[in-house]
């Protein structure tokens, strides 16, 4: 099975963008607020599944988990998008990631 990562995530949203561009507000630096707080909107909709379904039906009702996993696509697009405003590569993602990572395991 392929994996399926922030490289595609992206490829995904350029395609997005350049067929809604006389549409969608571009992504830029300048737009890049806007970005993160649209993926912020759609994290609370996944929060209002967990909240109003529980996680039960997260795990055992095909129709919710779905719906769940729909708005979790909806956040990693946005935070994509976020990604793309201010120009940072899923090179840079992987460092910084890893970095913090690090940090982490040697916290406690």
């Not at 561009?21 to 970005?35: A, C, I, M």
């Not at 599944?49 to 009702?61: A, H, T």
Request: one cysteine or more; aromatic letters at 10%; charged letters at 30%.
């Amino acid at each position: 099975m392929e994996d399926f990562g922030f490289l595609q995530m992206q490829e995904i949203q350029k395609q997005l963008q350049e067929k809604y561009k006389d549409k969608w507000t571009p992504l830029s630096p300048q737009t890049g607020s806007n970005s993160l707080l649209w993926l912020m909107v759609e994290l609370g909709e996944a929060a209002d599944i967990i909240k109003k379904d529980g996680s039960g039906k997260i795990m055992e009702e095909p129709a919710v988990r779905k719906h769940f996993i729909e708005e979790l696509s909806d956040v990693m697009m946005y935070f994509n998008d976020v990604m793309l405003c201010y120009g940072i590569s899923t090179a840079e993602l992987k460092e910084v990631y890893l970095e913090k990572h690090r940090r982490n395991m040697e916290r406690w």
